[in-house]
Every structure is written in C-alpha cells, then in structure tokens.
C-alpha cells in the first residue's frame, strides 16, 4: 500500500449512501494498491483510475453529494454529468476506450490520449475494482495445477520438482510468484525494474531476489531436488535471459511471461535500454521503441519456443506477446496456446470464473468470517475449498482486504445473498462489494485471450460485453461499465464489467440476486451458443432460460 493513497476503512459514510460510498472506497483502494498512482495508473503500464486528477476530483465530488435518486455518467474516466434515474438503477455507468472500429489502433489512441480526450481503464482500473496481485492470482494458480495434472503426474499433482520460467512482477504478473510457490513449483520471475520486485518480495509475493542469473539457477536447482515451493526474482530483462537460458540449454519444465508486452511503448522493455532511456524515449521517439520492443519480443517468443520444442509446456498468459511477435515475423509465435483455451475454458463455459469481495469496513477480520461462510456453502466444491484454505494461509491482503475464488452460476448469488444478510445480522463490521474480473464468461471478446479459437468461430464478436452491460443495467447493478481496449490493446478487446454493494438492506438482497443471476445466465448462454456441452449442461441442469432453435 502507498502511505500517501492510504486504503479506506471505518464505518463512517462520507457519502449519502453505502452505494455511493462503497465505490468511492472502491475507487481509493485501486490508488492505494496501483502501481504509479501519482500518475492514476493502476496496472498493465496504462490502465487508469480516472483520465487526469481534475477528473478524479469531480467524479470523488459528485459520488460525495449524488443521492439514490442519480446516476453518474463516466467517460474514459472523466465525469460527464448526472441523470435522474432512480433507486434500482446503477449508481455509476461507465464507457472506457471504445473507439470505432476502423480507429481502435494504438496511434489512433495514443494521439487521442495526447489531446486528453480518452484514457485506458485496463480491465479493472477504471472500473474501480482492482485489489491487488491477488486479483489474477487464482486464475495463474489454477493454469499451474492443471499443468501438472495433465503433463507432469495426472490427478492430485502439483508441480514440486519443476522449474517454471516466467517474467514480469507488475500488478498482475505479481501473482506469478506466490501463485507458483503454492502450487510448489521452483519458479524464476524475471523483472527489469527492481523497484517492482521489491514490492512484491516486501508484500510477501516474492521469496528471494537473486544477485544473478547463476545464483537463480542454483536456487530453483536446490528448490527442485528438495521439491519445495521457492519463488526467485531476476533483475535482468527477459529477452536477455530466456535466450540465454536457451544458448546455455536450461530448458524449464513451463515457460511463460506476463510482462506488459502488449503495449509496446509504455509496458515492454527492450533489451539493451536503461529504464530511463526507455521513460524518456516514450515521449522523445516513441517509433523507436515500438521498433526495439518488437525485435526483443521477437528473441523472447523465439527463445519460448526452442524451450517448447525442447519439451517445455509453454502457454501464453494473456499479454499479446504472441500477437507483437508473429507481426516481427515468428511465424509460428501461435503454436505457444492461449491459457484460456488450454486450461480454463470448461470452467468458462460454466460461467465459473474469477468472482472478488472486498471488505469495505478494512477490517481483515470480515473476509475471515466471509472465508467460513464459503467453506459452509459449498463443502463439495473441491476447486473453492482447495483455493480458500490455502488463500487464507498465503495471499497477502493489500490495501482493502479482500478475496478472490472461482465461482459460478448460483453459487455467486448464493454467497453474496449471505454476505448481505451477515451485514444485516451485525457478523460483519460492514458492507461489502462484490465484483469479477472483465474476464468472465459473458463479460469479454478478446480474440487473441479470451475468445481465441471458440468453438463456433464467434472470436471476434463483441456483441456479447455489450449485451452483458446492458443487462447489467437492466438488473439494478450498482455500477456497470464497457471498456475497450488502450495502447497496444487498441482493437483488440471489448468487455464489460460490474460492482454491487452489499449493505444489508432489502433493495441490497434484490440487486444481487437480480444482477449475478443475469450475469452468469448470460455467461451461460454465450458458451451454450457456441456450442460447449459444458453450458448445454449447465443450462439444462440450473434451469437457464436459453432459446434453442432447431
Ligand atoms: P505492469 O505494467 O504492472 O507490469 C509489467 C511488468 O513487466 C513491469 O514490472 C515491467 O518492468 C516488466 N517488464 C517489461 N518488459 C520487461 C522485460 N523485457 N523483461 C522483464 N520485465 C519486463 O503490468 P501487469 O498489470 O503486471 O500486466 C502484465 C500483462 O499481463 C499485461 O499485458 C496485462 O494486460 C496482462 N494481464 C493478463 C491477465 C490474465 O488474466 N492472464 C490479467 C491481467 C493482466
């Protein structure tokens, strides 16, 4: 947490209402836990909590004064206005980085971003729901487990023994550690900027730092034979090291990379570049970057791919390297497969994907009481079991505390519904926000994450987060929003994302039920439309009111 953006708590309402409060605690958490607050950025090198600070103020303003009656207009994280609406309709509504199809590329957004006319959200930076590295940590979590059932031991394994390569210790690649040292894995991070693996090493993401790349070796070797987890940070950069490790033939059992490679100005670091060089070139000769970034990419995905062929699992973890990489002419930078498909899509297409709860109050106790109560609901659920009883040993709280866990269709509302009724029996200090990740089932086209290769060829079809946020609106969700994507996600992504509050009240208990029903319904139906038995069966099984035709 930054000492000058310090995390919410207490009880106290500055606002006219828990809604109204809820998100603006919400929208001071992703400060206080981002990466380059001072500048609003929160994660993924641009994704911003608002578009400057006179916007932050206005829109901190009007959630202050606004009563049940409005609802906030956002646009790229700039206040437009209130509307009068009325207490079942959201509190905040938002549209982040949505350009015209012909004009979604990155010089189209950069210049606009230059002119200050649009600022990126990420996924959930600009929505306000970002808590931290734990945000993707179970998702990574799960990848590794499902790794070491399906090459390394089949059911019930874990990856002691094996050596996970991977890059990048920002926001999100923050997880990589910690995740990898609870599925036992000996896992080396690479990160150029030692700041950033500080940080993660002082929060309790990152076991060790490495002096150099021999000492990493030799720990992730004596971590291997004594088949214990061991996470080790690399200050080096990655399109050094992965092709170095490949001259030197150290081949890992699983390599991947979470650096920020899709924005090739503002997130990858080409090697050969001091970090200063590379903040001043970002104003200076942007071009040049782009162009040095991509021929580093290019080594790195390279370097990816001897290991692959040297028999390491390799997969990509949602940052568009394999994209930067086949444009620098790796024409087969696509045979390294996305996570999603690989590992979680049968998940997906259950509508089980990365649900959060955040303890608006601050008090850590609350996520405790809220981690029984998940154990209590859903004893056969051995994925949610297995993650809360090892989260509440391992992960770290950061700012607001909080908690992800994979749940699906029913079992969402089903714990939210109980959380509310908890705050209204006084088991809780307060409310509590419920949201997901913009990567959920309904929630997001992604053609190179997200949806690549659906079964149906549906990849590209956005329709899907537009028809989710409208129901969403629909639904009396709190705050619901369309991102797009920025930088180098430009054209490449839509989604939509949502935060309910829940304060104990009765109109709480109908918002909930009403609007994570809607949400994973549609979750559902999206994958039952492409074709996935997985959400035939779900559909069928949970009373899902889809539509076949013939
Ligand atoms: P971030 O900007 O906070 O951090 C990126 C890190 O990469 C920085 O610490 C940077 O110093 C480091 N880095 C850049 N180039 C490097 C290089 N060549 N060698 C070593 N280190 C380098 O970004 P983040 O929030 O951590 O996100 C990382 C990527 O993951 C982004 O592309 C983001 O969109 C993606 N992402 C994926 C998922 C998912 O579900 N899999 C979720 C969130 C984000």
Known sequence: MNPRFPAPGGTTLRCRGWRQEGLLRLLENVLSVGEDPDNLVVYAALGKAARNWAAHDGIVQALRTMSDEDTLIVQSGKPIGLVRTGPQAPVVIMANCNLVGQWARAEVFYELEKKGLICWGGLTAGAWQYIGSQ????????????????????????????????????????????????????????????????????????????????????????????????????????????????????????????????????GYVPAGFALDEVRALRTSDPERLMAASRDSIVAHVTAMLAMKERGAVAFDNGNLIRTHAKAGGVADAFSIPIFTEAYLRPLFARAIGPFRWM????????????????????????????????????????????????????????????????????????????????????????????????????????????????????????????????????????????????????????????????????????????????????????????????
């Open 135 to 266: 945000g993707v940590i179970q998702g990574t979590y799960e990848i590794l487990m499902r790794i070491a059932e399906r090459h390394f031991g089949g059911p019930g394994s874990d990856l002691a023994g094996r050596f996970v390569l991977t890059a990048g210790l920002g926001g999100m690649g923050g997880s990589q550690p910690l995740a990898g040292r609870m599925a036992n894995a000996a896992i080396l991070c690479v990160e150029v900027d030692p700041a950033r693996a500080e940080k993660r090493r002082a929060i309790g993401y990152l076991d060790r730092v490495a002096p150099d790349l021999d000492t990493a070796l030799t720990l992730i070797e004596q971590a291997k034979a004594q088949r214990h987890g061991l996470s080790v940070g690399l200050i080096a950069n990655a399109a050094d090291v992965y092709p170095e490790l490949v001259r030197r033939g150290v081949t890992p059992d699983v390599v991947t990379d979470q650096t920020a490679a899709h924005d090739l100005i503002h």
């Open 359 to 550: 303890a608006l109050s601050g008090e850590a106790e609350d996520i405790a009481r809220i981690d029984d109560a998940v154990l209590e609901l859903f004893p056969d659920d051995a994925i949610v079991t297995n993650w809360i009883r090892l989260a509440r040993a391992h992960v770290p709280f950061e700012g607001l505390p909080a908690r992800i866990a994979w749940l699906g269709h029913g079992a969402r509302t089903e714990l939210a519904l109980r959380v509310n009724a908890m705050v209204r029996d006084g088991a809780l200090t307060g409310p509590v926000a419920f949201s997901r990740d913009h990567l959920d089932a309904g929630a997001m086209a992604h053609p190179n994450i997200m949806t690549e290769n659906m079964k149906d060829g549906s990849d590209a079809i956005a329709d899907w987060p537009l028809l989710d946020a409208m129901t969403l609106c629909a639904s009396q969700a709190d705050l619901v929003t369309v991102h797009s994507g920025g930088g180098g996600y430009a054209g490449y992504m839509t989604s939509a994302g949502v935060t309910l509050i829940a304060d104990g009240s009765e109109a709480a208990e109908a918002r909930l039920r009403t609007a994570l029903t809607n949400d994973t319904s549609l979750g559902v139906m999206r994958y039952a439309d492409a074709g996935y038995d997985e959400a035939l069966d779900e559909a069928a099984a949970k009373g899902i009111r889809r539509i076949a035709l013939g």
